[in-house]
């Protein structure tokens, strides 16, 4: 059985996200606002059903997929491109691949105790975010 990601998780660390924006071409000052947001993401899995929502004060982002099934994403509130996006399990992390104009471009996902580990990777820039189960 994979692992419970169900709850709503409150960043406490962001390290190295602005240069995976520079990566992915976002303008100077919206790289200067997202890097300062306090991000609280919010999953409801049903299985292999996933339905997440990234949420802050300047900018929300949702996405829905299924374990297993590539979709087309339009990655609109983050880079506004459209990418060929397939998510997998790797034991109890989900693993994403999301293929389009940049390359190596994707995000793995785990959980250790109560935090809720993301790491997002563009070209060859990593950044690793970490986020506390509030409920």
């Known amino acids: 059985m994979p692992a419970d990601y169900n ?4 960043m406490v660390s962001n390290d190295n996200f602005e240069e995976v924006m520079k ?11 997202a890097n ?8 409801v899995q049903n299985g292999d059903k996933f339905e997440t929502k990234t949420l802050s004060t300047f900018r929300n982002y ?9 979709f087309e994403e339009n990655t609109k509130g983050l880079d506004n491109r459209k990418v060929k996006t397939l998510v997998t399990w790797d034991g109890d992390k989900l693993l994403c691949v999301q ?6 471009r994707g995000w793995t996902q785990w959980i250790e105790g109560d935090e809720l580990h993301l790491e997002i990777r563009v ?3 990593v950044c690793h975010q970490v986020f506390k189960k509030t409920k």
């Open 36 to 43: 300062h947001l306090h991000q609280t993401k919010v999953i």
């Open 23 to 33: 990566a992915l071409d976002i303008d100077f000052a919206t790289r200067k606002i």
């Open 99 to 104: 293929k389009g104009e940049k390359e190596n």
């Open 62 to 70: 949702e996405v829905n997929f299924t374990v297993g099934e590539e």
């Open 123 to 125: 070209l060859d820039k």
């Open 7 to 10: 709850g709503r998780w409150e």
